[in-house]
DNA sequence: CTGAAAGCGCTTACAG
DNA sequence: CTGAAAGCGCTTACAG
């Protein structure tokens, strides 16, 4: 039923060998020959088994994408789709196909990614998150196995990595907000636990300092990637009774729980209270009103990954560098403007 | 240095065969073998060779979703993830890997799933949307490859499709706004070449007439899934001597854009002009006004896309519906709803 | 420049 | 219940 490279073989009157050849471009084949050859694969519709291929070169011409488990870190459906389009994009235009996987439980996750590199699945493994004291990491160090994540890692200091610079990005948009006249300024977190959260925090401390403006604890709120998260920071906040003008808010979903409660209550935005936020998601620029944000190129993100992992899988030993920093840039609108 | 089946052989004392057989759980050997057998792969860390088994058994245990091409039907993004989480949930629990692939011209997307599919590289394809005259369907076809496709398709009656039933819920979404008092209901509509566009326009229609309120085809607007499209929507109806009080809109961006533009122009919503809108994405609730929509279940869509794909690879025959609607439901919010 | 042969790691009739 | 053998479709030294 199938063509096989032994049909093509005998119809073009050579052997299988030579067959090979011809596909794999080797260079001491006659032109005369190769052309013969690749006429008969168009006219008998051969398509190579890209099992048979995987079995024998022990190259699979695939990478595999781990998703966050659904439990955590679902603010990542945000720019999901923006990340695995830069994935997705740059892999095909390298060759490679593009594996998704995830688990529900970590031990579940581990099983999943042990399955594919044990299996040899797949040349290379990109975690899209980024979590201390992960026994995937620990699995893929020990099996030397390549592999790349989205987000910093302090575990290990030699592991591939693509990120944002959260600090200085979270330092840029407190400095505008410093720009813009306020001197009280707060801070809306993310998960403690997440590294992003903290560098954002970091970046803001900083700024906050160096302007000699107050940092204090109770202008600092953690929470999760989500908007009742913001919900529930403005409610906190604003029932202080010294206020911040201002607020660094984590990510665009907590800042549309902000701003819903502060529309609830009657405040308005940016004149009560300013607001700069970090992702730069579509609807940022929808909201009433338009919301400042930082954006970190999620796309870009996503397609430099892929680039490095596969850089890294076809050059056993990478001369570059490890760590790759994708730039990041603060989009002001109206949420974040003081009127005069 | 990777462990084989020969090496669980050796070490247990019995042939690769009857390793391979312990593996698939092959009726007709001992407790006793079996046990032994697991005990050995458990030590040596053995993890088949999927390359290999793929090889042989001429399955891979693995679906293809392709992406709509980055130019069309961008609009997908909003839904992507959602169904996404859904595919590679269902998939996975079926045991199933999930490969993704595009392509950025027709002819290149048409390459790659005829390089999957004759390269035995999966099993089953999902196509991610729904054209008229697509190439891609007709190689399937011909090919009688096993694929679903998440829409519906009206080229071929034979073809698995997971789909809503488009025209019930923009009946419904009509039916509401008269509901509400409205006797002046416009419609606002994707890409007329999409399916989804005139399913949607066909449900708006038959519940107009069928209030015998009018049709009137300076109230319908085409554009595309894009909040820019909704903008000028709302620009050329509000520009009318006689407009409409209420309007049905095919998408929830296309509704972001409309907001906007009535916010600029000081209208309000929903007491100078009602809108319902479908998709429920998470935004939805979060404009202000909160935007009433229709649920279409978009993770139900992957889930059971991926479910019913499944099933066909597995029973050649299959003896169940080719045509599946998953459910919708109105989920009625501040701006479809009448001040008394 | 080309071919015959061995082998990648598995499965599966066939035979016992 | 288990083993020896053939084979899935390819690649790649080795030899000429």
Redesign the pocket.
Request: aromatic fraction near 2%; avoid cysteine.
């Given at each position: 039923?199938?063509?096989?490279?032994?049909?093509?073989?005998k119809r073009a009157?050579?052997?299988?060998?030579?067959?090979?050849?011809v596909?794999?471009n080797?260079?001491?084949?006659?032109?005369?020959?190769?052309l013969r050859v690749r006429k008969v694969m168009d006219e008998i519709g051969?398509?190579?088994?890209m099992?048979?291929?995987s079995?024998?070169?022990?190259t699979t011409s695939t990478i595999a994408v781990i998703l966050p488990r659904p439990a955590d870190e679902l603010f990542q459906n945000l720019f999901f789709s923006e990340v695995i389009r830069g994935i997705v994009t740059q892999s095909t235009r390298s060759g490679y196909d593009l594996l998704m996987a995830t688990g529900t439980t970590e031990r579940e996750e581990l099983e999943t990614v042990t399955r594919l590199v044990r299996?040899?699945r797949v040349d290379g493994i990109l975690l899209l998150y980024s979590r201390a004291n992960d026994p995937v990491i620990a699995m893929l160090k020990e099996a030397d196995f390549p592999f790349a994540i989205i987000g910093r890692n302090e575990d290990y200091p030699d592991i591939l990595t693509i990120d944002n610079d959260n600090v200085q990005a979270s330092y840029d948009a407190t400095r505008h907000l410093i720009s813009q006249g306020h001197e009280r300024i707060g801070f809306v977190s993310g998960p403690p636990n997440l590294i992003v959260s903290r560098d954002r925090l970091a970046g803001y401390t900083k700024a906050v300092r160096e302007a000699r403006l107050p940092v204090r604890s109770d202008w600092i709120v953690e929470g999760e990637f989500l908007q009742e998260s913001g919900y529930r920071a403005m409610s906190l906040l604003m029932g202080l009774p010294e206020r911040p003008t201002a607020l660094v808010v984590v990510d665009d979903v907590v800042t549309f729980g902000i701003l819903c409660g502060l529309v609830e209550l009657g405040y308005s935005v940016p004149k009560d209270i300013a607001l700069v936020s970090f992702n730069n998601i579509v609807f940022s620029e929808l909201a009433t009103p338009p919301i400042s944000s930082i954006d970190i190129g999620i796309y870009q993100l996503g397609y430099t990954a892929s680039q490095e992992l596969i850089r890294f899988i076809q050059h056993e030993h990478p001369s570059h560098a490890l760590r790759h920093i994708i730039p990041h840039r603060l989009v002001v609108r109206e949420s974040s403007l003081r009127r005069s």
């Open positions: 039923m199938t063509v096989t490279i032994k049909d093509v073989a009157g050579v052997s299988p060998s030579t067959v090979s050849r596909i794999s080797h260079p001491r084949i006659s032109e005369e020959t190769s051969y398509h190579p088994n099992m048979a291929k079995l024998v070169s022990r299996g040899r």
